[in-house]
């Protein structure tokens, strides 16, 4: 619930909240300094010995919360309060460093918005008990959050992102990282098929709808056969592939199957790259690997959204000697019997195709089964899977294949990768999960170059084409598995609503991770220079962002003022404009003096306007004091005030 | 009351804390080149930014009056009545007002509706005596977040007095007419005899409130009694040998009080100054503004 901090710290919150309950009424508060120390040292304490260190995000957010804690019981005073919702707010900016996830961003939102409502109910409470007294400030805190939100997309969009240049580390994502390694061993993507993290999402700028045909999404590529474990080329935990290992294919030109693809990957904290099956145009920062796949110079620590360029006809026209040496090499521990069967299919037809064909037949026929659990293989099980249990997921079928070509001299290397994913029709992208990793093989054909051969869908046919959560209920709805959730759960997550709520949700996810998290400072100088802003300078950008902000505040300030000023009274600005008219003839109305005392004595004084003057005192009087005055005498009223005097002039 | 030029704006103590802790959040954003906290870093600058206009308006409107001030012994308290005016169409929030001068009274109001007023009582320690200038009453309103702080001087040119306080241990001096049978009024001459009731004024001694009118639902009356009158007494500064001036005074201001209780016709004599004998209200607190002017 509380993510990665130790327990104890946010009970120790929760206890201070409900003492602060109890003691407030008491009129009990923490006062004394050494009472404060030594809680506060014991607490600092206490932290150190749950993480072993006071470094690192965990015990950092972890302090802030006890010190938030500590004030509560010590705070009475208004700017205390004030002091405890600015911690508050840091200490929703830790949130989002431990998650980025839209939840927590909107739960944070959520805290954010409340810590506001408090501020304003602190400094102008309103009317204690009645029915406004708690919707008053949430509507203040609405109200000033609508009036900045011009503000903050303008600032998120202008203000520009100056790197610090120093970068501390929040944590090591390397160890959260996906399914992913470079080895891949029996079990290890059949462990990923409960995941329901997101590996990365797709979409195809160029077409409107899902491209045909089974989506392989290229990871890795892997050379060095063990077996039934293949790894990747490089040394595991080494930073990049050597220099050899670099973009040895040369790039061929596209064929008009070309995709274009826009990935945003999550981050993983290390250097894979997806993209369809193969990619041949590397987006920036990244290399394409040999094995034709996208390697990224810096590992990927955030959200990180490339373009790349994928199409199916991209092929090796031919196999250097040195690789094709590489791309044979077996093991000397593989036994007797896996190498007679690849030495008979070698003489039933020579033709690495029939071979191919053989093999596949041979699953196909040898009833191999396709299973979620298929029980623990050792590297060295290869005559156990392939002669005795016959139970697999999609990793044993492809390192046994790739193996058995290589003994019957066919080139053959792993690919792992993604396979499928569910295209989402709202947001028209496809979210590719972890439980989607696969691995398949590629042989290669004097004639057609590295070709791609899956061998699970000789096993289990159909799986190419859909994605696992989708092939798995297929199958658990035709009894050919047991179900791995019960009836009702199965029941309501593939129900119309339920789906589309999901689907609609996952839209929206993907757009806050591509649009929000993935704005950064490339792609706000992009913007900047769409719109015809080119790099100023960040100086300059500020002053220009500072000065639209303030325009907008005093567009606010005016605005608030004239909607709330006072009313004015017609018949007493009419009758203020009688006693200047009158003034101006030398009868200045005194402050103690009545209407009609004036009227009296302005009359006198002012002979020839007498009746009207009388009239005009006496209209005010009737509508200054008479229950109801119908709107014709206040038009009568002011004829006769603009008619007073004006032939005298 | 008069409004002295335009309301001013500055920033409360913490909207420094608030511009460290924009600060902290930028550099973590940007060193961490996190595009969520640079979201929270935005929503929080443009709330705190929009929330300033808000300040400056909320005091639009709003006016003050005061109320004529009553008297005060010193060593009491002066009891300032302020009436606050919203006069603008929106309710205003958070309104503190506060004086100006050597003690400083803050009061609050949280809320004042559209076109009504809301009335506090500023009290501040009547030290000295004399006549006092109220000065400037300023008003303050930080809502809604406390950055920012607008305050808005209303000068007055009313003023208070404050009474000397009235203290001594002689006697009220005997008046040559007096009757020998009379005994001297006891205990700060209320007489005994029952002379009527009138309407509470407050500030009144609670100890005569006819409390069983008030049962009876009449309000809160207070009992009138009166001495038998008895002949005028001249109250004489220079009959008194204090050295102090104040302890004089003091003495002086005690038997006008008690001279007034007890409804016998007093009259005063400081140096330049004469007041005829006579009771009652007026007379009473003309009598006492001599003695607090007296230089």
């Known amino acids: ?649 | 009351m008069k409004q002295r030029k335009f309301p001013s704006v500055y920033p409360t103590a913490s909207f420094g804390g608030l511009l460290f802790v924009l600060g902290a959040m930028w550099y973590a954003a940007s060193s961490q080149n996190s595009a969520a906290a640079y979201v929270l870093l935005f929503a929080l600058t443009g709330v705190s930014l929009v929330s300033i206009p808000h300040t400056l308006i909320n005091l639009a409107g709003v006016t003050i009056a005061l109320e004529a001030v009553k008297p005060a012994f010193a060593g009491q308290e002066v009891s300032l009545p302020v009436e606050i005016m919203n006069g603008s169409r929106a309710t205003r929030h958070g309104i503190n007002v506060t004086s100006s001068g050597s003690s400083r009274e803050r009061k609050r109001v949280d809320w004042i509706p559209a076109s009504k007023a809301a009335r506090v009582t500023l009290r501040l320690p009547a030290r000295q005596r004399g006549e006092h200038e109220i000065g400037t009453l300023c008003l303050t309103s930080v809502y809604p977040l406390g950055f920012v702080r607008i305050l808005k001087k209303f000068a007055t040119s009313q003023s208070y007095v404050v009474y000397p306080k009235p203290a001594g241990d002689l006697q009220l001096p005997l008046s040559r007419a007096r009757s020998p049978h009379r005994r001297p009024p006891a205990d700060f001459g209320e007489g005994d005899d029952f002379a009527g009731v009138r309407a509470y004024v407050p500030g009144g001694s609670q100890r005569h409130i006819d409390w069983k009118a008030v049962a009876r639902g009449r309000g809160l009356m207070t009992k009138q009694f009166a001495a038998e009158a008895e002949g005028s007494v001249y109250l004489d500064f220079s009959a008194l040998h204090f050295a102090d001036v104040e302890e004089r005074l003091s003495q002086l201001a005690l038997w006008v009080i008690e001279a007034e209780r007890a409804r016998r016709p007093y009259g005063l004599r400081l140096p330049g100054t004469e007041i005829m004998p006579a009771v009652g209200e007026p007379h009473f607190h003309q009598c006492m503004r001599a003695l607090s002017r007296f230089q």
């Not at chain 1, 600015?86 to 839209?102: H, P, T």
């Not at chain 1, 987006?283 to 034709?292: D, S, V």
């Not at chain 1, 596949?360 to 623990?376: A, I, K, M, N």
């Open chain 1, 1 to 649: 619930m509380f993510g990665t901090l130790a327990t104890w710290i946010p009970s120790f919150f929760l206890l201070t909240l409900a003492m602060k309950f109890w003691m407030e009424p008491k009129g009990y508060r923490l006062r004394s300094a050494i009472w404060k120390l030594v809680l506060a040292a014991v607490t600092l304490a206490a932290i150190f010995f749950s993480y072993g260190s006071l470094k690192g995000i965990e015990p950092g957010v972890s302090v802030l919360v006890v010190l938030m804690s500590l004030k509560i019981l010590e705070a009475h005073t208004a700017r205390e309060f004030q002091v405890m919702v600015m911690i508050a707010w840091v200490l929703c900016l830790c949130g989002f460093f431990l998650s980025q996830d839209l939840v927590i961003a909107l739960c944070l939102l959520a805290a954010v918005v409340l810590l506001l409502v408090a501020l304003v109910q602190f400094h102008g409470p309103a009317a204690a008990g009645s029915p406004g007294s708690f919707w008053s400030p949430v509507g203040v805190t609405c109200k000033l959050l609508a009036q900045a939100a011009p503000l903050v997309v303008l600032l998120f969009l202008l203000f520009p992102r100056i790197n610090t240049g120093f970068r501390f580390e929040i944590r090591d994502l390397s160890s959260a990282a996906s399914g992913f390694s470079d080895r891949l061993s029996p079990g290890s993507i059949a462990s990923l098929t409960n995941s329901s993290d997101i590996a990365f999402r797709a979409e195809f700028p160029d077409r409107k709808t899902r491209p045909p045909g089974p989506m392989y999404w290229r990871g890795v590529v892997m050379w060095h056969c063990e077996g039934m474990e293949w790894r990747a080329p490089y040394a595991r935990g080494s930073s990049e592939p050597g220099p050899a290992q670099r973009g040895a294919l040369p790039v061929q030109a596209p064929g008009d199957k070309a995709i274009r693809q826009r990935i945003t990957i999550a981050p993983h904290g290390a250097h894979w790259m997806f993209a369809l099956d193969r990619p041949f145009e590397v987006p920036p920062k990244a290399i394409l690997a040999r094995g034709n796949y996208l390697w990224s110079v810096q590992p990927i620590r955030k959200v990180r959204r490339y373009e790349v360029v994928s199409s199916p006809e991209v092929t090796g026209k031919d196999l250097q000697p040195r690789e094709r040496k590489e791309a044979l090499e077996v093991p000397a521990s593989i036994s007797p019997a896996v190498r007679e069967l690849a030495q008979s299919w070698i003489a039933q037809n020579s033709n690495p195709r029939a071979i191919v064909n053989s093999a596949l037949q041979f699953f196909r026929t040898q009833r191999f089964r396709y299973s979620l659990s298929p029980g623990e293989y050792k590297k060295n099980d290869l005559d156990q899977f392939l002669f005795h249990r016959r139970v697999g997921f999609c990793e044993h079928y492809a390192t046994s294949f790739a193996t058995l070509m290589r003994l019957a001299g066919i080139p053959a290397r792993v690919v792992v990768g993604y396979l499928g994913g569910e295209y989402n029709d709202l947001g028209r992208f496809f979210l590719v999960r972890q439980a989607d990793t696969h691995a398949w093989c590629e042989v290669w054909f004097p004639d057609s170059g590295w070709t791609r051969l899956d061998p699970t869908s000789a096993v289990a046919p159909g799986r190419a084409s859909l994605d696992l959560n989708s092939f798995l209920a297929r199958r658990v709805a035709s009894g050919e598995i047991e179900a791995r959730r019960s009836a009702f759960v199965t029941q309501l997550t593939q129900s119309a609503i339920f789906t589309n709520i999901r689907l609609a949700w996952e839209a929206v996810n993907y757009e806050w991770d591509t649009r929000v998290l993935g704005f950064d400072a490339d792609v706000q100088e992009s913007l900047l220079a769409s719109v015809g802003i080119s790099s100023s300078g960040p100086f300059l950008l500020i002053t220009e962002t500072l000065g639209i902000a303030a325009a907008l505040l005093v567009i606010y300030a005016g605005w608030m003022q004239l909607r709330t000023r006072p009313r004015v009274d017609r018949v007493k600005a009419l009758y203020e404009r009688f006693c200047r008219k009158a003034a101006r003839f030398g009868v200045r109305r005194n402050p103690w003096e009545g209407p009609s005392d004036f009227s009296r004595r302005a009359a006198k004084l002012l002979p020839d306007e007498s009746e009207r003057i009388q009239k005009i005192s006496n209209t005010y009087i009737a509508l200054r004091y008479s229950p109801k005055s119908p709107a014709l005498v206040l038009n009568k009223f002011a004829k006769e005030v603009n008619a007073f005097a004006a032939h005298r002039r």
